[in-house]
């Protein structure tokens, strides 16, 4: 084992699961999977893992790039996705093969049962999700490296968010800068949002400009070798109100407890039910509207789910979000996110900017 690329072992650990599964192979079509598997970046392909060496499928457009980045499977060209698949399957003697049923269209799902006549499809979606949710120790050096190129981006920014300025041209600049910093694309659409707009937990930047007395939700992230960084400040522009200071205050605790918390073998819902319960305690719950956090990697949402209703435990190696907030609406939102890696004994937070209320 010590000899096999990264890419081999997380095959490997695939082939481990067909028994349980019930299955003699999987087709994966959610692209970052494929990544995770193969090292293969492109945006449109299918991967079968069965017993034997895994098989990448890809169009014309791929060839070149899958044999440059691949090189823990065989490459098949194909002309129709679907024809080039139920070949796959022929061939390789296939009677009961699982499918990503999350990242497949019912279209293609019928169209390819038309073509696969004979072999049994089935759907595996709770069995495929937790894939991802370990990361090993190539994917925590680049998180770690999304996360310290965000915030030399923002700690530069920060010197035009002044009053005046308008969500826009922070949001521009930042992800601007994060590219010049390293970064390939941003994690998702920066989130800027000032005043009443930073109610709005998923507000988009818009002209609105920056005033005196003002809370300002800045939701970024970094994206480095194919992994997300995630992570919201929320300053107070030039003065803060009492009640400003109390909730940013009930925030941050709620935050800061709990991320104490985490570590692995803890239920993801006990992590929710600590930054929520107080919260609720301090009477501002129906202010706080969605999950506690989720996973992180080669996608800005993954597995696990942190929030009431999730069945997930922590395991060593998760790399989750914390991220309470407090929104009221018509006046002003706060929320405060930092990413963590579980470890044994508790967690290490990978994002790098202080959370303390600071007044710009």
């Known amino acids: 084992m010590g000899n096999l690329s990264k890419e081999e072992k997380r095959v490997g650990r695939i082939q481990g699961e067909l028994l349980r599964f019930d299955v003699e192979g999987i087709l994966f079509f959610d692209m970052a999977n494929i990544r995770y ?3 293969f970046t492109g945006s449109e392909g299918a991967l079968f893992v069965g017993k034997g060496e895994p098989v990448l499928l890809i169009d014309g457009r791929y060839v070149t790039q ?7 499977c065989e490459i098949l060209h194909f002309t129709d996705k679907t024809e080039g698949i139920a070949r796959l399957l022929a061939t390789s003697n296939v009677k009961v093969a699982g499918f990503e049923s999350q990242a497949l269209t019912y279209d293609a799902y019928e169209k390819l049962q038309r073509e696969t006549e004979g072999i049994s499809l089935k759907p595996l979606s709770d069995e495929i999700g937790p894939l991802r949710a370990r990361k090993d120790s ?4 680049l ?27 922070i949001a521009t600049l930042l992800e601007v800068t994060m590219r010049e910093a390293g970064s390939e694309k941003p994690s998702f659409e920066t989130i800027v949002a000032a005043g009443e707009n930073s109610s709005m937990p998923h507000a988009r930047p818009g002209g609105s400009e920056l005033k005196n007395g003002d809370f300002v939700v ?3 992230g970094a994206v480095y070798g194919g992994y997300h960084s995630d992570e919201t400040c929320t300053y107070a522009i030039g003065k803060t109100s009492r009640d400003q200071e109390e909730v940013y205050e009930i925030v941050k605790y709620a935050h800061d407890r709990a991320i104490d918390a985490v570590k692995a073998g803890v239920s993801c819902k006990d992590i929710d039910g600590i930054a929520r319960n107080y919260i609720e305690d301090k009477g501002l719950g129906s202010h706080f509207s969605h999950g506690t956090g989720h996973g992180v990697g080669l996608e800005v949402h993954e597995a696990p789910t942190v929030s009431a209703r999730s069945t ?6 998760m790399i989750i979000t914390v991220e309470p907030g407090i929104y009221i609406p018509g006046k002003w939102g706060v929320r405060i996110e930092d990413t963590v890696l579980v470890e044994r004994d508790g967690c ?3 994002t790098r900017m202080p959370k303390e209320l600071a007044v710009l």
Do not use: F, Q, W
């Open 143 to 169: 998180l770690r490296e999304a996360a310290k190129i965000a915030a030399r981006a923002l700690t530069a920014t920060l010197e035009i968010v002044t009053p005046g300025v308008s969500e826009r041209s």
């Open 218 to 220: 800045i939701d970024y």
């Open 66 to 72: 899958a044999k440059r980045e691949t090189n823990a």
């Open 312 to 317: 997930d435990y922590l395991e060593e190696g």
């Open 138 to 141: 190539d994917e925590i050096v």
């Open 348 to 350: 290490e937070i990978i």
């Open 37 to 39: 598997l193969t090292g």
